[in-house]
């Protein structure tokens, strides 16, 4: 059974290219192994992070996520049984502060929120920011 997590949470720190390029690396070979697909979001020191896979392994996944000490306040956002995933081309699509510049209502990175989402929106940012992403292309957090 398929299913899709959405949640948002905080950095620690802020995350530079190097520490992103370090969590994208072994984020998407542990998904590739495990099937899972979906997409991640870094602006103004939040994540945005949609996962999809077997209910079990997005579970499991989600577990090892909300206890890492590289964020907290991990809120989940919506999680729901899903016929087909949105996200298939993607082992974990990345954007950074920069693409979501790009957003018409979000004037600038400085803006983004997670506290303004809910669960439907948060979807619909995280599609429309994977598809200005090419997957050939993004392999490197930049
Ligand atoms: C914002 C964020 C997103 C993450 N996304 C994933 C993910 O999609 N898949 C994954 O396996 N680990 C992800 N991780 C890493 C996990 O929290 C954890 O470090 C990893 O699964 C543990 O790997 P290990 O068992 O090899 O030590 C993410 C971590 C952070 C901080």
New binding site residues.
Partial sequence: MLVELIYC?RSVRSFDDEDLEY?LL??RA??EAMN?T?A?IYANCQ?L?V?EGERADVNR?FQ??S??A??FAVELLSYRDIVGRNFEAWH?AFVGGKGVKKLAFHESEADFNCANLNGSSALGLLMEQSQLTIPELATSAR
């Fill in positions: 949470s969590l072994h984020t542990k998904n899972i979906g991640l994540f992070q996962i996944v090892s996520i206890h890492d590289r964020h974990m």
